[in-house]
């Protein structure tokens, strides 16, 4: 066995795939019931992301430690552990999601599994997640929180001021910029003086780190050491360079980019290129991978299933869950 799987079990290596194909088939899905229109507002899909989320967040304990994200969050949540059943219900603005179905697709929520957002303001979840990190550290919980934003976010002030607090404070918290190579239509080099943001975090004293995005397993090691770190006192600064198949958003035509470009990073597919590695190793065979998407396919299917049968929230829910 390569040494690259010698660290893991069978049964961990085979959680990791499964979290990323559960993600891929229930983007695929919500991008279907979108076409349909029983998806409505803003819906930012995950599609070639997995790796980051599956990777990163395998490497947490979910009895102490928190995920906060941005818009582009069905990833995590599922990574979290989030039933897609309220996922899915969420997307559909059925009052049996996981936010009420008053979030929808951004404000993804689930206190049990420890997921914080699901952030609809571009770059707003950074500084939430420094105050996550904070009360870990005040708790004297050994937690650590694990906050993801985008390459378009990295330049928001509120993103350096909560490094530099981060850095001050020596808080549990590990920054993952999911660079996936481009903002709303315009690509990340254009708009940003370094071509590697882990370098960044040498100004404000941090350890700055990259990994492939398009590799569970480079994504898995390189969290883990950061959480270690963590743990310690020690923020850091990871880039996870990656990809995604799918616009923006929903209503993103994409002629930024040419169909040669994506193509190219499909074949370098996350879950495509694990699963051969995983059958190569013969840990993984041809009935277990079908057994497994067959599996995920009815669990989302049923997702979908459940949110179209749940009620919408009733005219009084307008009322609740609000401070004043």
């Known amino acids: 066995m390569k040494a690259e799987f010698a660290h893991y079990k069978k049964e961990e290596l085979m959680r990791m795939l499964t979290i990323m194909q559960t993600i891929r088939t229930f983007e695929e899905k919500a991008g279907m019931m979108y076409g349909l229109r029983k998806i409505g507002g803003f819906c930012h899909l995950y599609t070639g992301q997995e790796a980051v989320a599956a990777g990163a967040i395998s490497s947490l304990d979910l009895s102490k430690d928190y995920v906060v994200t941005a818009y582009r969050d069905h990833g995590h949540a599922l990574a979290c552990g989030m039933d897609p059943k309220k996922a899915m219900a969420e997307l559909f603005g059925k009052v049996t999601g996981c936010s009420h179905g008053k979030g929808g697709s951004m404000h993804l929520f689930d206190v049990e599994h420890h997921f914080f957002g699901g952030n609809g303001i571009v770059g707003a979840q950074i500084p939430v997640a420094a105050g996550v990190a904070f009360a870990q550290q005040y708790q004297g919980s050994d937690g650590v929180t694990l906050c993801f934003f985008g390459d378009g976010a990295f330049h928001q002030g509120a993103v350096h ?102 193509d190219e990073y499909r074949k370098r597919d996350a879950i495509q290129s694990f699963r051969s590695r995983l059958s190569e190793e013969k840990i993984l065979s041809e009935e277990e991978w079908s057994a497994l998407t067959q599996r995920i396919n009815t669990q989302i299917e049923e997702a979908v299933a459940f949110a179209e049968e749940s009620p919408e929230p009733a005219l009084s829910e307008l009322y609740t869950d609000i401070y004043a």
Not at 199 to 205: D, K, L, R
Not at 207 to 232: F, M, P, Q, Y
Not at 235 to 259: I, N
Request: charged share 25%.
């Open 161 to 262: 001021e909560t490094f530099n607090l981060g850095k001050i404070w020596d808080l549990p918290i590990v920054f993952i910029i999911e660079n996936n190579q481009w903002g709303m239509g315009t690509n990340w080099k254009k708009v940003s003086a370094v071509d590697d943001f882990s370098v960044t975090a040498g100004a404000y004293g941090m350890k700055g780190s990259s990994c492939n995005g398009l590799d569970v397993l480079d994504v898995r090691a390189t969290i883990e050491k950061a959480v270690a770190e963590a743990r310690l006192g020690r923020p850091s600064l990871v880039e996870a360079r990656t990809y995604r198949y799918k616009g923006h958003s929903m209503s993103d035509p994409q002629k930024y980019r040419t169909r040669e470009e994506i």
